[in-house]
Nanobody, 114 residues
Framework: QVQLMESGGGLVQAGGSLRLSCAAS????????MYWYRQAPGKQRERVAR???????AYADSVKGRFTISRDNAKKMVYLQMNSLKPEDTAVYYC????????WGQGTQVTVSS
C-alpha cells in the first residue's frame, strides 16, 4: 500500500502562486507514474498533471503553461508548482499513483480569491 500526504495548499489571490507537495511511501514509488488530481464542489474529479518515473510530464489543457509537476525519487516526493492561479483552480488537490485510484490521501485545499 502507498500512503499519500498532500500539503502546501492555502488561500491566495488570483494571479498568485502555490507549491503543493506530496509525500508518498512505498518501495515502488520510483517506478510509478505519479499524478495530481483535483476536485471542486459540484464537479467531477479531474487529472491535471502527471509525471513518469523518468520525469516526463503531461498536463490538462486547463492548467497547461501555468502548472509544473516534478518529482524527487530519492525523497519519494511529488510537487506541483502552480502559477497564475485563477478562481476556477479552487479545489481540493490530491496526488496518486494510479489512473483509477481506489485509495486517496486527505488532499490539500487550494482556494483562489478574485
Amino acid at each position: 500500500q502507498v500512503q499519500l500526504m498532500e500539503s502546501g495548499g492555502g488561500l491566495v489571490q488570483a494571479g498568485g502562486s502555490l507549491r503543493l507537495s506530496c509525500a508518498a511511501s512505498g518501495s515502488l514509488f520510483s517506478g510509478n507514474t505519479m499524478y495530481w488530481y483535483r476536485q471542486a464542489p459540484g464537479k467531477q474529479r479531474e487529472r491535471v498533471a502527471r509525471v513518469t518515473s523518468g520525469g516526463g510530464t503531461a498536463y490538462a489543457d486547463s492548467v497547461k503553461g501555468r502548472f509544473t509537476i516534478s518529482r524527487d525519487n530519492a525523497k519519494k516526493m511529488v510537487y506541483l508548482q502552480m502559477n497564475s492561479l485563477k478562481p476556477e483552480d479552487t479545489a481540493v488537490y490530491y496526488c496518486n499513483n494510479a489512473l483509477q485510484p481506489i485509495s486517496w490521501g486527505q488532499g490539500t485545499q487550494v482556494t483562489v480569491s478574485s
